[in-house]
Structures are given as structure tokens and as C-alpha cells.
């Protein structure tokens, strides 16, 4: 968890007008509504959020629409390290059977 103030001393770019505004318009949310603390992956959240905004010059309109498809990767790439590791947990028979529906012949290895 960290304050609003330790976020704005840690990340030296972030203005304190900018961050309200993600706030209002729900790119960052808040550990606790109004308490102005942030959990340690709304601090990721917010330091993705001063890189794309001040050093790659994203504009506000088009922010909202960067993170829903970060989000959507990231979600893809957890539920595919889930399925990775379901698969590994199968014997070699399941594991041999998947690689063959799923990966062409010239990539299936044993």
C-alpha cells in the first residue's frame, strides 16, 4: 500500500492533478474509496500510465482505450499461463494429445 503523497515523491513526473483525474475517470482505483492509498499493482498501473501519458505521449482520449486492450492482454496471458500449467500437470499422453489439436505438425515435439 502506498499514500498519495509517497506516490508523488516516488514517481517524480506524476502531478498530483493528473492522477485525481485518472482517478475520477476510473483508469486508477483507489485501495479504500477516498482514502487516497494505492495498492502496489494500481502503483504499476499508475507508473504504465505516466509512461504511455509523458514519455510516449499518449493522448487522454486515447488512453482509456491503450489500457482496456493492456488489460485484455494481460488477462490473456494469465489464463494462458493457467491452461500451461493445467496441461503440465496432465500425464504425457494428454499433454502429447493437445500438442497434436493444437500445434502444426512441424512444431510438435515429443
Known sequence: ???????????????????????????????????????????????????????????????PIVLSLLDQLYDTRQRLFSLTRAIKAQDETVQLAIAAATLPESKLEV
Do not use: P
Request: charged share 30%.
Open 1 to 63: 500500500m502506498m499514500a498519495i503523497d509517497d506516490l508523488l515523491a516516488t514517481i517524480s513526473a506524476l502531478q498530483r492533478a493528473d492522477l485525481e483525474r485518472w482517478i475520477r475517470e476510473e483508469l486508477v482505483v483507489e485501495q479504500d474509496r477516498g482514502s487516497l492509498t494505492f495498492s502496489d499493482m494500481e502503483c504499476a498501473r499508475i507508473r504504465l500510465i505516466c509512461t504511455l501519458t509523458y514519455d510516449l505521449d499518449v493522448d487522454d482520449s486515447t488512453l
